[in-house]
Structure formats: C-alpha cells, structure tokens
C-alpha cells in the first residue's frame, strides 16, 4: 500500500500577491485597508423626514434677502475713529470742527445755584394756600443732599420726629396735614437712595439719581420749615 502524497502546493508564481497594507480602498480614505473604521469620521444618521444640512442651507439662503443697495461705506464717525482708514479730507473736517482730540460727549451736572424765594417778585407762582403747596415757597436755602447712602433720609426722619415731639395746641391731624409734603418728600428720597444703592445703571446713578435726592431732601425741609412755622402758630 503506497502512502498518499500530500496535496500539491500551488506554484508560487501563481499565487496572489499579499495585499498591501497601505493600498488605499479609495481615493478619499488614507487609512490602512486592513483598519477599523473611525465612527467620528462615519456618516451622520438622519431619522426619516429630517432634512439634509444641504437642503437646509438653501432653504435658509431662499428666506435671506439682499441688501438691494449692495455695499453701503463706512458712516462718517468710523472715519474718526480711525485715522489711520479716514480720508484726508475727512480727518481734516473732523479736526477742525471738533479739534485733533476727537472725545465723545459726556453729560455735566448743573451748576450749584442758591434758590432765595424770599427774593422772588411773586411768591405766589412757587405756592399758595390754595393750591396746598405753600410749602415751596419756606424761605429755606438749598442745600444739597449729603450722599446717597441714608444719611438725608435719616435727617428728615429724625426732624420729623422731633416736630411731632414738640408740645402744640393743634390736633394731631392737623399736624400730620401740615407734615403730610415732607412724608411724600421723604419717601421719593428713600426710593432714590434705594435705587442708588441696589443696581442702578452707570448713567442713571451718575446724573438722574442725584438729580432726584436733590430736589426731594430741599423740598422735604422746605415742607419741615414751613410745617415749625404752622406749629408756632398754634394757640395764638
């Protein structure tokens, strides 16, 4: 009994080559043949129904309109901003109406002025009896609020006070009347202070808040004097 042989192996020359490693399985891809597939690099799965990124982009695009005017220049002010991008003859304009150091313009408070009414011709236009606003006219001089930070609130309470304390022959409800302007004073001043305090924007608290407390602390001890003089006038 003769022995099988084994099987014949195949001639080499007609053996496939090896595949390369490195051949690349299509002209976008250089990764290896033989690689893992990146998932970053994976097509992104879109549900049924979902729009491609291609068609949204047109039908975004069909939704924006053209400027019809096309490309507008830059407004005179970028010119000064820039002198380097400003034309000659406009940086020339900009220097000689508003000098070579261009600054934006920032709000002044208004000058100190000492209000006198005992020196006003009529005295019944700043008020009267009759309007219940006599108050205005108390021959008080201005003065301006001493910060914002409590401290005018806490005088007014305080003379308040001390009026109320003050032995009268008037009805209590007629010396809460008299004080009655010098309540409401009060109360706008301690709005303003609580605005000053608790967030204000920068423009607000540099000039309308302080605008504000001035006028309601000078009326406010313009409602106390005249308020004494009522007081003093009680029983007589």
């Known amino acids: 009994m003769t022995a099988e042989s084994p099987p014949p192996s195949p001639d080499a020359a007609v ?3 090896p595949p390369n490693r490195w051949l690349l399985p299509d002209r976008f891809s250089l990764r290896p043949r033989d690689a893992q597939a990146d ?10 129904g979902d729009p491609s990124e291609r068609s949204q982009y047109y039908a975004k695009k069909l939704l924006e309109r053209g400027n019809p005017l096309g490309e507008q220049p830059a407004p005179l002010h970028d010119w ?3 002198a380097k991008a400003a034309p000659t003859i406009s940086k020339r304009i900009a220097e000689a109406l508003y000098g ?8 002044r408070p208004p000058p100190s002025v ?8 009529r005295p019944s236009d700043l ?5 219940g606003n006599a108050y205005k006219a108390a021959a008080v001089a ?10 005018a609130s806490r005088r007014i309470r305080e003379a308040i006070e001390l009026l109320l304390k003050l032995p009268t022959a008037c009805e209590r409800q007629t010396v809460e009347e008299w004080l009655a302007p010098a309540r409401k004073h009060l109360a706008e001043l301690e709005r303003v202070e609580y605005a000053y305090g608790h967030g204000a924007d920068p423009i607000r608290r540099e000039h309308m808040l302080p605008r504000a407390a001035d006028t309601a602390y000078d009326q406010a001890r313009r409602a106390l004097s005249y308020a004494e003089g009522r007081l003093g006038g009680c029983g007589k």
């Not at 998932?39 to 049924?48: E, F, N, Y």
């Not at 008020?127 to 309007?131: L, V």
């Open 100 to 107: 070579k150091e261009i600054q934006s313009a920032k709000a």
């Open 15 to 17: 053996q496939p080559a």
């Open 80 to 82: 000064f901003d820039d």
């Open 142 to 151: 201005y003065e301006a609020v001493p910060g914002l930070e409590g401290e």
């Open 114 to 121: 000492r209000f006198r009414p005992e020196l006003h011709e």
């Open 127 to 131: 008020g009267s009896e009759a309007t």
């Open 39 to 48: 998932p970053a690099l994976a097509p992104k799965v879109r549900a049924p």
